[in-house]
């Protein structure tokens, strides 16, 4: 089969791959053949190496020493061991999700995260969707369809997956009304804008880029006032879901959710995976009625979370109630001491076979989460003639390494790497 120029027949090839399942087979042989007319190859060998992907886990573990910690790509944030104990005896047999034990009758699966958030923040209601924008949609869908919503130029934002506000604010049925400049908007803008159509404001979190110099913004609290005297209704999207004190670590300021409910908006939105550290989900906080408004819409079943979310993160916020979220990864990891994330560097540094050393650097939060802004960390540098090389490399290992590419070099930073992912990345790097 090597060496020819015309690929074999699916089934052929399928033959050749050993006694593993026959649909797995098929589709890894199809696949090959596939790529061997688009672009060439061996069949077999991209038979073979497809099926192995194929039957592995997914998603597939990888070891982030990309130096960010909430890597979208990754996941976000990694979970608790509590949250994954959580999920693991939600899912290994039956529970009670949307029962009342004592009368028998049908029960409400929001109830315990909503005790929860609920004490946390100070909000009077809180309802979990499965993320962010769905909060946003599902926000504006109950309570300003047809109706214009008002959002500043400067918060136009583009999320993940070229997904645009604009169009999320569409799919919800309300009209976009942009107000303001790029770098200034004022609560004079938002007054002259506002007629007897308009039904909110949008105030979006700007996520994963920063506006600095010569900018200007509303305080929420002025946003909130204006609403109320309009008869309107004032959504502030807070994004990152902080529900603790980011100069703790050594971080500029971030609002939490506590702080952002008392400015007195009608809802609060955020999402679970970022600093909050929980699973992916979207959060909405506020008042009973607007909440329980949002609660009974259609949309709110389509958006509905299941039962292994609802565990993890109530999970996640009792930590949180309990005075311990420093248990959890996404702020062990910014509070690690420097000086074994120093250790890790320098075991990295000594492990490459070409030059390397330990440099200081910066982890970054990531994830939308506190643009531009990280902690002081240590990072091993690998000089190579081809870092693209080497970091593919890494990545073409089992489990996957991330590192980064800067300034022409390869560098590590295992800040948010565990003893045993630092000990299995030396052994990669080093072979």
């Known amino acids: 089969m090597r060496g020819t120029n015309r690929p074999p027949s699916v089934d052929a090839l399928a033959r050749t791959l050993g ?47 990309s130096g960010t910690v909430l890597h979208t790509g990754l996941g976000r944030a990694v979970l608790a061991r509590e949250a994954v104990g959580a999920i693991l005896q939600a899912s290994l047999g039956h529970a009670v999700v949307e029962l009342d034990v004592s009368s028998g009758a049908r029960g409400d699966r929001q109830e315990r995260v909503r005790e929860y958030l609920v004490a ?21 869908a109950a309570h300003c369809q047809g109706r ?39 609560l004079a ?37 204006m609403c109320r005297a309009r008869s309107g209704i004032f959504i502030d999207d807070v994004g990152s879901g902080c529900l603790v004190d980011t100069t703790a670590y050594g971080l500029p300021s971030e609002r939490t959710l506590a702080e952002a409910i008392a400015a007195g908006p009608d809802m609060v939105v955020a999402s679970g995976d970022k600093l909050l550290g929980g699973p992916q989900a979207g959060l909405i906080l506020g008042s009973s009625q607007a909440v329980r408004a949002i609660a009974k819409h259609p949309l709110a079943r389509a958006f509905r979370v299941d039962k292994l979310t609802l565990a993890a993160l109530a999970a996640t916020l009792r930590l949180y109630l309990e005075g311990r979220h420093d248990e959890i990864p996404v702020w062990a990891s910014l509070k690690r001491p420097l000086e ?19 440099v200081r650097a910066v982890t970054v939060v990531g994830g939308g989460s506190l ?33 980064y590419i800067k300034d022409g070099h390869f560098w590590l930073d ?18």
Request: glycine fraction near 8%.
């Open 19 to 65: 006694e593993g399942p026959v649909r797995l087979r098929v589709m890894a042989a199809r696949s090959a053949i596939s790529r061997v007319r688009s672009t060439g190859g061996d069949a077999q060998e991209l038979a073979l190496a497809e099926l192995a992907r194929m039957s592995g886990a997914f998603p597939a573990p990888a070891v982030n020493m």
């Open 120 to 140: 946390l923040t100070g909000a009077e209601d809180a309802l979990v969707v499965n993320n962010c924008a769905a909060a946003i949609v599902l926000c504006l």
């Open 148 to 186: 214009e919503v008002l959002l500043s130029r400067g918060e136009m934002v583009e999320i993940g997956g070229s997904f645009r506000l604009p169009e999320i604010v569409a799919a919800s049925g309300a009209v976009l009304r942009e107000v303001g400049c790029t770098n200034k908007t004022r």
């Open 189 to 225: 803008d938002y007054e002259a804008a506002w007629h007897d159509q308009t039904g909110a404001v949008l105030r979006c979190h700007p996520s994963n880029f920063q506006i600095v110099g010569f900018v200007e913004s509303p305080a929420p609290e002025d946003l909130a006032a």
């Open 340 to 358: 074994q994330v120093l250790r890790d560097a320098k075991r990295l540094a000594k492990s490459s076979p070409g030059p390397a050393n330990a």
């Open 371 to 403: 643009p531009g802004s990280g902690v002081a960390s240590w990072a091993c540098r690998v000089r190579s003639e081809s870092p693209d090389a080497l970091a593919q490399r890494l990545r073409a290992a089992d489990p996957p390494v991330l590192g």
């Open 414 to 431: 295992p800040r948010t790497a565990t003893p045993d992912e630092v000990r299995y990345t030396c052994r990669v790097l080093g072979g």
